[in-house]
């Protein structure tokens, strides 16, 4: 080999034994601006969620739906409705009413977070929390279907936007990612 071939080798970067021509760590992908769009949308759908149960509580406790109570219990078959009944039925509804709300609220930020991040669980997460919202929002009519329907809506319109477009791509590059960092861990680069 000539003085000139050993100097004009490529550099190892300061790693003794090896070759520079040999794969270098995997580099992270970067979230296209749609991802962005995604998490606003959940976090849209989280907020559209807090004012959905503030009306659910509201109407909960209105004379309105204690005669719409009276009247589905006397279709029923129940007579005598005492008003213990009906206080204890309004007590039940704002509690399951505030229980599936902060779970919802907390379920948004959470699939946000983790698919800002690209973590592929989270779009399936996401989907499965969409298609529950929307099928609690059939056959329920309550003060909050305006708030009920736009979380529905940014859900399930956030949920298309990840497996579609730039999102899909970037959700195959992070997974390509995490397994090359995997393989490269394996072998001890």
């Not at 070759?19 to 992270?28: E, K, T, V």
């Not at 949308?41 to 503030?54: E, N, P, T």
């Not at 005492?82 to 379920?107: C, N, R």
């Not at 309550?142 to 970037?170: E, N, R, S, W, Y």
């Amino acid at each position: 080999m000539s003085e000139k071939q050993r100097w004009n080798r490529p550099p190892n970067n300061g790693r003794a034994g090896q070759d520079a021509r040999a794969p270098q760590a995997p580099i992270a992908p970067v979230a296209p601006p749609v991802m962005n769009t995604i998490f606003l949308m959940l976090i849209g759908a989280a907020v559209a969620q807090i004012i959905a149960a503030i009306l659910g509580v509201r109407h909960a406790g209105s004379d309105a739906y204690r005669a719409e109570t009276i009247t589905k219990l006397e279709a029923t078959g129940v007579k005598d409705v005492t008003t213990d009944m009906l206080e204890m039925m309004s007590v039940a509804t704002v509690g399951t009413t505030i229980v599936v709300a902060v779970a919802a609220v907390i379920l948004y930020v959470l699939i946000a977070l983790f698919l800002k991040k690209g973590m592929g669980w989270a779009r399936l997460a996401g989907t499965g929390l969409a298609l529950i919202s929307f099928s609690r929002y059939m056959g329920v009519s309550t003060p909050g279907d305006l708030a009920t329907l736009l979380q529905i809506i940014l859900g399930v319109a956030a949920m298309v936007l990840c497996f579609m477009g730039p999102a899909a791509d970037f959700f195959n590059e992070k997974k390509k990612y995490k397994l090359a960092r995997r393989k490269n861990a394996r072998l001890g680069r």
